[in-house]
């Protein structure tokens, strides 16, 4: 006869946290969100590090370069998707790991030909005061001289005059050399006081530029992810049937982290995944497996593959209809619960610490900080990301609010790239396990983590806590029962013009 647990599967909307004591001077802004990635052995660093214990879901609709730019500038990390060919995930990776954080490629240029008129229809179609003058008009084109919006009055000059005419020349622009550090660039800015340095080859062709807002922009981001060589840290999903060739790719491109990606990673498959990869580079590579959702899935990746983190979570996620098409899943507080117990014997049984990441089902900020108090070392998601600014998809204006597409890795949209490429007869998808939505745009990704994180850490506060690994051990929870969580909302007064909508136990939320 089939085992019948005794305990419900619960989710995180049925736990709250209860204070503990907070103490005189503990702030905000001293709380350490830095949290690892890889195995922990004994009182060794860990091999791989977050500074924000935040990462997005290796999902099309999600991860791809822009945010994974972005949520490392953060202290965070991406996990590029493989639900693509091997080489177009390889070049994200390589695109990730080559952006060279205050250089930039000018994207608006012109020629000495032009006329005003038109470098300025130009300023005001891409919104940038500085545009380089190029022999060609191109950005990689060779320097003439640099145009800004102080060079010309527009209700004063003739807009039919042209810019060779009121540009700086070429002799009397300030210019770094290719190869130049950001430090050495923002030491010729602010020595000859501009705004904008421009990068030129020894040909004298444009390369890039930098920018002084931009070295104001990185200091205000302490917690970036940086590797050795102060490269963006990017992580890249791999999948079970074709990883010998794909991360082989991936790490050559630079990938930072690997991750198999698999709504059910209990499986034999990913285990010949991990092992292999164990095999071919030893601990070299930081590997994470999963997904699983119980104690028997946790000691199946770590103790027979050797992964180095284990994420959980089945059928909790936002698009996600495993649980109604298949049967299987489980509460996420109850699958983390678990999972996070059994990681906890494990550390105790054998001095190696495993990184638990939960993945999936996060509706709002308060479901972060209660998974982290649960034990998870990160959170995993989807959703919250493809509503940012810089999600691989597209705005759309929806009833004149926007919006941003959203879709699971298991629909037949996500799954169609394998028919592009020349293996074809690895899935051949008979129903789907996720859907295709929308989601509204709510800014940037700077501007969702600065809430979420300033949340987290005033709970931690709350909590007496200064790191995550102290809110872990702190932390004190209590189920709370169906007439708590509608008294959790406002209760017996009348808001007026509020503004609010029904679901607002979610990040969609405009309040
Ligand atoms: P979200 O943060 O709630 O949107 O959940 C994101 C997570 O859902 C991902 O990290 C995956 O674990 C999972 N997921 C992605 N695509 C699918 C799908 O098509 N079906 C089921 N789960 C999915």
Not at 382 to 410: C, D, H, L, V
Request: proline share 3%; hydrophobic share 35%; aromatic share 8%.
């Amino acid at each position: 006869m089939a085992t019948i647990l005794d305990d419900i599967s619960r989710t995180f909307s049925e736990y709250l946290l209860i204070p503990r004591l907070t103490r005189k001077g503990q702030r905000p802004d001293q709380i350490d969100l830095s949290t690892p990635l890889s195995a922990v052995e004994g009182n060794n660093a860990a091999r791989f590090s977050i500074n924000i214990p935040v990462v997005s879901a290796c999902m099309q609709s999600v991860s791809g370069t822009r945010l994974a730019v972005a949520l490392a500038r953060q202290g965070g990390l991406s996990f590029i998707y493989c639900s693509q060919a091997i080489e177009t995930q390889a070049e994200m990776v390589r695109l990730v790991k080559s952006h060279k954080a205050g250089f930039v490629q000018s994207d608006s240029n012109t020629t000495k030909t032009e006329s005003l008129e038109g470098v300025l229809a130009l300023m005001g179609r891409t919104g940038h005061s500085t545009v380089p003058v190029t022999h060609d008009g191109t950005a990689s084109g060779k320097l003439e001289g640099i145009i800004t919006d102080k060079d010309f009055w527009e209700f004063e000059d003739d807009l039919t005059r042209s810019v060779g005419e009121h540009m700086t020349p070429i002799e009397e622009v300030i210019f770094g050399r290719e190869g130049i550090s950001l430090r050495e660039a923002n030491q010729l800015l602010h020595k000859h006081k501009k705004d904008c340095l421009p990068i030129l080859d020894d040909k004298g062709h444009l390369t890039a530029l930098v920018f002084k807002k931009d070295y104001e922009d990185h200091r205000r981001h302490p917690l970036e992810l940086l590797d050795e060589s102060k490269r963006l840290c990017v992580g890249a999903a791999v999948n079970t049937h074709d990883y010998q060739q794909r991360v082989p790719a991936l790490l050559q491109a630079g990938a930072d982290v690997f991750c198999f990606d698999s709504s059910d990673g209990f499986n034999e498959y990913q285990l010949d995944g991990i092992r292999w990869i164990r095999e071919q580079y030893g601990n070299d590579i930081v590997i994470g497996g999963g997904n699983v959702v119980s104690a028997e899935g946790f000691d199946f990746l770590v103790q027979e593959g050797g992964a180095d983190f284990v994420k959980v979570g089945i059928g909790g996620g936002s698009i996600c209809i495993t649980r109604e098409q298949k049967g299987i899943g489980r509460g996420q507080a109850s699958a983390l619960l678990e999972v996070v117990k059994r990681r906890d014997e494990y550390h105790a049984e054998t001095g190696r610490y495993i990184p638990i990441c939960s993945d999936g089902g996060l509706a709002n900020d308060t479901q972060v900080v209660v998974a982290l108090a649960m034990g998870a070392d990160f959170v995993m998601m989807g959703r919250y990301f493809a509503m940012t600014e810089e999600s691989p998809t597209p705005k759309t204006s929806i009833n004149g609010q926007m919006y941003k597409p959203y879709w699971g890795e298991g629909t037949r949209r996500a799954q169609n790239w394998q028919r592009y490429s020349e293996d074809m007869s690895t899935r051949d998808l008979k129903f789907e396990e996720g859907v295709d939505a929308y989601v509204p745009l709510v800014g940037t990704t700077a501007e969702v983590l600065d809430t979420t994180l300033f949340k987290l850490r005033g709970t931690m506060i709350n909590v007496g806590a200064d790191s995550l690994a102290e809110f872990r051990e702190q932390a004190v929870l209590t189920l709370v029962s169906e007439q708590s969580v509608i008294e959790a909302g406002t209760s017996n007064v009348f808001q007026f013009n509020s503004g609010r909508i029904v679901d607002d136990n979610s990040w969609g939320n405009p309040n």
